[in-house]
């Protein structure tokens, strides 16, 4: 059974990696994944309060004040977490005067130790605590450790003002890379916020208020000016311009009027409407869209998984390093404190929490800019692969055109007997055909549809068949002399064809043309019949146009061209793409008209139809990739530089401060570019 639990109050992403690497050890739980934006713990296992209760106390193993709760009681939790918070404000608050009054009792009893000591425990108490209390649970190497024998050991050799001042600034530190960290999960959450409080449903006795899990298909909704809309559904009553917005990252509202169709998760900005609820809100596009991206971080890159390894190692390595110079020297050339001085030094420097730290809360943030561009990208390893993308294949039909077809028939006769057949298959052209016909419908027996082909079936007792032209070769039918996109015929004999136009979207041409300068080739894959797919190619500027393709073609032509080109990725709507998708090294789905095996197959979804959400997304990739490798780089150069001044005896407490808690806030900040910063726009 898979279960959820949320690990309220944890905030330290190295923390959450462990305690996720624990769990995932213990045999008796699988498919373990912790999403730590909103602190989901999910793995395969029946909850019970014993089970509960393990879980708990393997938490408690690596960090307290952690309250793991059930998902369905993190409810009742809210109201006393926040009062928790509130109560912490008037804590820092008095530590701080009690501090400041230490400092001066200092000055006015001739410098005295005893209150820089008194004025350290003040600072740096749960600290002190906390490296103890990890040292009882087998964590030596963690941040609180080595903060507390460098400052400690200051102490020891007389250092008293820089134990206390590295101690205060660490705490300031640390504050300032809390406060920068949660603003940047508030302002990822914010942006896949789509969750609904409540819902308006018509009933006879009038308008009452429920919680949208309770709308079943069918409801009628009153949907005032302001509120989301909670389920996908039909409009029966108004017309209302919607914000889509958080849903397809466009801007610019759209008019929806009665008897067409709206998606939850947008939001009414004109009068009140009414809308018949078509699925439940599980089933709604917000909810799946909000469970998706809720699922993305449990997907790691490799280079957030490879940041967890090194650290691992990285950490004990140094702590033995900052051993060596202290105790090296001393027995050489004799005891002197400066040594151990320059051991301690390089201790609080060599921290790896800054690295820990600004790899994941990059990739979330990529995650969540990209959600607010209508993009969903389904992890940070996709993000990853999408920043090193060499080639994309789009499908023709619904990705790079509209799919809404104009349809034209050497007669009417020719439009019935397509239309007759037309009906019993699902593909676009054939819902066009059969919608172009206004007439009655003749009756057709034994129907059979050969799946991108062509449909047969007996009409009026005569064997009939449409489809295109490779359906008509296959059939032996001359269909020489005849114009068309499909072809018609009866008894073995070609009767008329029929024309099927499909409007170009007009940001295909645009996005194509910025692939392409970008360095990225564009191919197009498609069933469409070679003239068809040739012009729509020139139209829109793709030189390599590959047509009359199969399913099972177009995932042959993915891998010749990831083979040609390298990383490739794959745009498609249909649910004849899905294996293509899944095929392709990052399928894009197109998830506005896409069907749901498309999306799922895919590895990123388009929450609108316009193909130049596949440039927002490379580009938010490359721009988060750019910034993730910022981080490393400035954190590791600064590092190497403080560590070898260090080492040499030219730095000192200050710096070594700076490496930790400093490098990880201005990371920490440099990442929040990604979400506030970026500017992708398409020019047409």
């Not at 029946?46 to 089970?51: F, I, K, M, P």
């Not at 002190?128 to 200051?154: P, Q, S």
């Not at 590959?546 to 010749?560: F, H, M, Q």
């Amino acid at each position: 059974m898979r279960s959820t639990l949320i690990l309220d109050g944890l905030n330290c992403p190295h923390c959450a990696a462990k305690i996720e690497d624990k769990i995932r050890s213990d045999s008796r739980f699988a498919d373990v994944e912790f999403n730590f934006i909103n602190k989901e713990l999910k793995l395969t296992h029946e909850l019970g309060d014993a089970v509960t209760a393990e879980i708990d106390s393997i938490v408690a193993g690596i960090e307290d004040g952690v309250t793991v709760l059930r998902a369905d009681e993190e409810h009742k939790h809210e109201h006393h977490h926040s009062h928790d918070e509130e109560v912490n404000i008037p804590v820092l608050i008095a530590r701080a005067a009690a501090i400041a009054v230490l400092i001066a009792l200092y000055f006015i009893f001739s410098k005295q130790p005893l209150f820089l000591i008194l004025a350290y425990i003040a600072a740096g108490g749960d600290v002190i605590y906390r490296a103890v209390r990890n040292i009882g649970k087998g964590r030596i190497f963690d941040e609180n450790f080595l903060m507390t024998i460098a400052t400690a050991g200051a102490i020891i050799i007389g250092e008293y003002p820089e134990a206390l001042a590295v101690m205060i600034f660490y705490q300031i530190g640390e504050f300032f890379q809390d406060m920068a960290v949660e603003k940047s999960k508030q302002s990822i959450g914010d942006l896949l916020d789509l969750k609904i409080e409540n819902v308006n449903i018509v009933r006879e006795s009038g308008i009452e208020t429920i919680d949208p899990k309770e709308v079943e298909s069918g409801d009628i909704l009153l949907i005032k000016k302001g509120e989301k809309i909670p389920v996908d559904g039909v409009v029966t009553e108004g017309s209302a311009v919607v914000d889509t917005s958080a849903l397809t990252g466009e801007s610019l509202p759209r008019e929806i009027n009665t008897g067409e169709k709206i998606l939850s998760g947008c939001i009414n900005c004109g009068e009140a409407i009414k809308i018949r609820a078509e699925s439940r809100y599980n089933n709604s596009t917000a909810a799946k869209i909000a469970k998706m991206a809720e699922d993305a971080a449990a997907h790691k890159a490799k280079a957030e998984t490879f940041i967890g390894s090194f650290a691992k190692v990285y950490t004990p390595a140094v702590v033995v390093l900052a051993l060596l110079i202290a105790v090296i020297p001393c027995i050489a050339l004799g005891f002197d404190t400066k040594w151990i001085y320059r051991g301690l030094v390089f201790l609080v420097a060599s921290c790896p929490c800054a690295l820990v730290l600004s790899v994941p809360l990059c990739f979330f943030s990529g995650i969540g800019k990209a959600s607010k561009q209508g993009v969903l990208i389904k992890g940070g390893n996709f993000i990853q692969v999408l920043s090193n993308i060499k080639a994309i294949a789009f499908d023709k039909t619904g990705t790079l055109t509209t799919g809404r077809f104009t349809v034209t028939a050497d007669d009417d006769k020719t439009l019935a007997l397509a239309a007759g057949l037309e009906q019993y298959s699902s593909h676009p052209i054939a819902k066009a055909v059969t919608a172009a016909y206004k007439g009655e419908l003749p009756e057709v027996s034994e129907v059979c549809e050969e799946s991108g082909y062509g449909v047969c079936g007996i009409i009026g007792g005569r064997q009939a068949a449409v489809g295109s032209r490779k359906y008509m070769e296959k059939l032996g039918i001359d269909i020489s002399g005849i114009n068309g996109d499909v072809y018609t015929a009866v008894d073995g004999k070609a009767t008329g064809g029929i024309n099927v136009f499909d409007e170009i979207k007009k940001d295909s041409a645009a996005t194509v043309r910025a692939l392409e300068a970008a360095g990225i080739k564009t191919v197009m894959l498609t069933g469409d019949k070679k003239e068809s797919a040739l012009n729509v190619g020139r139209e829109i500027g793709i030189s390599t146009v590959e047509y009359e393709l199969l399913p099972s073609d177009k995932t042959a032509a993915i891998e010749r061209i990831k083979a040609q080109y390298g990383t490739t990725g794959f745009m498609g709507d249909g649910i004849n793409d899905a294996p293509v998708l899944a095929a392709a090294d990052i399928g894009m789905a197109m998830g506005g008209m896409g069907s749901d095996a498309a999306i799922e197959a895919a590895d990123m979804v388009i929450m609108g139809d316009d193909p130049s959400a596949a440039l927002r997304a490379v580009r938010t990739a490359k721009r988060t990739m750019a910034i993730l490798w910022q981080n490393v780089v400035f954190i590791i150069v600064v590092k190497a530089l403080i560590l070898t001044l260090t080492a040499v005896g030219i730095s000192n407490m200050w710096l070594a401060v700076f490496a930790d808690v400093g490098t990880a806030l201005i990371s920490v900040l440099n990442s929040l570019r990604i979400v506030n910063d970026i500017r992708m726009e398409v020019s047409h």
